[in-house]
């Protein structure tokens, strides 16, 4: 069996975020969020959709299970409402032969530092609400961008893994970026 991984980011309570990624992701085995799931921060506006309260109770009502990574927004209620426990600072997980380090992206020092430490084959990050897909020697960074406040150009975004590689989609469903397993 193959599994498949979605992985989202800053989701900052919309639910219409969640659910328009929930849609894209299905057939995923695992949903990996890496922090800022829902509180929209002092920093940001209120995304479209905001109801943290009914976020909570989708993402536990998740048949797929959730790793949750803490964010810089999020606290110690969150925690306390949400089934699925949230790690901090990061989570290390074995999947398909490669060893994957996620973290939100702050607090740590340089993701590359910490993935060095580990000898990482993907390093999953969010915070910056930027997607990108970048690699440094054998490891791979990918950061899904945000679900829910995109900065830039990006538009609302999350990730698949899978046997062939990483995908960004849209929340419409569109590929932004492909990147294979194999080096190049």
Do not use: Q
Not at 14 to 23: D, F, G, Q
Not at 30 to 56: K, M, T
Not at 118 to 127: E, I, P, Q, Y
């Amino acid at each position: 069996m193959s599994i498949k991984i979605a992985v989202i980011s800053d989701t900052h309570g919309s639910l219409k975020a969640w659910r328009e990624a929930e849609r894209l992701w299905r057939g995923s085995n695992l949903i990996i969020h890496l922090g800022d799931v829902l509180y929209h921060g002092p920093r940001n506006p209120l995304p479209e959709e905001y109801a943290p309260r009914e976020l909570a109770e989708e993402i536990n009502l998740s048949k797929i299970p959730v790793i949750i990574i803490r964010g810089n927004c999020d606290a110690d209620i969150d925690a306390a409402i949400l089934k699925w426990p949230i790690s901090d600072p990061y989570s290390v997980l074995w999947w398909d032969g490669r060893l994957i380090l996620a973290l939100h992206g702050t607090d740590l020092g340089k993701p590359g530092n910490l993935a060095s430490t580990f000898n990482a084959d993907l390093v999953l990050t969010g915070h910056t609400h930027v997607s990108s897909i970048t690699r440094e020697g054998k490891t791979i960074f990918l950061n899904p961008g945000s679900a829910s406040l995109p900065k830039g150009k990006n538009p609302a975004s999350f990730a698949l893994l899978d046997i062939d590689g990483i995908r960004i989609l849209s929340l419409r469903g569109d590929i932004i970026c492909f990147e294979s397993w194999n080096l190049i």
